[in-house]
Nanobody
């Protein structure tokens, strides 16, 4: 089993910055695919940013956050961070961490979700 603990959410004024951290612990051989999603009230959960391969630095961002958000992963620490800058009111949502974990070299991938952390941007 793997546990994910998210931190760093809160209230910030528009134009400000926040850094979210997701720390994974438990039976982990390697993290493959690390992503941050968000869900605003009345809206579907959307993928904000993701890393498919930490070693290659292959990342993907939703158009709405390109140039403002930066995702980074650390396989040694089993963490994935989301640095959010130039925040806007429309970034307000619950942010969820999602990782795909390989418990050992021969295991299939397992997907885990964090509990969510609230980000509120006041205009």
């Amino acid at each position: 089993q793997v546990q994910l603990v998210e931190s760093g959410g809160g209230l910030v004024q528009a134009g400000g910055s926040l850094r979210l951290t997701c720390a994974a612990s438990g039976s982990i051989f390697r993290l493959e695919f690390m992503g941050w999603y968000r869900q605003a009230p009345g809206k579907q959960r959307e993928l904000v940013a993701s890393i498919f391969d930490v070693s290659s630095g292959s990342t993907h961002y939703a158009d709405s956050v390109k140039g403002r958000f930066t995702i980074s992963g650390d396989n040694a620490k089993n963490t994935v961070d989301l640095q959010m800058s130039s925040l806007k009111a429309e970034d307000t949502a619950v942010y969820y961490c999602n990782v795909n974990v390989r418990p050992n070299a021969a295991s299939p991938l397992h997907s885990y979700w964090g509990q969510g952390t609230q980000v509120t941007v006041s205009s």
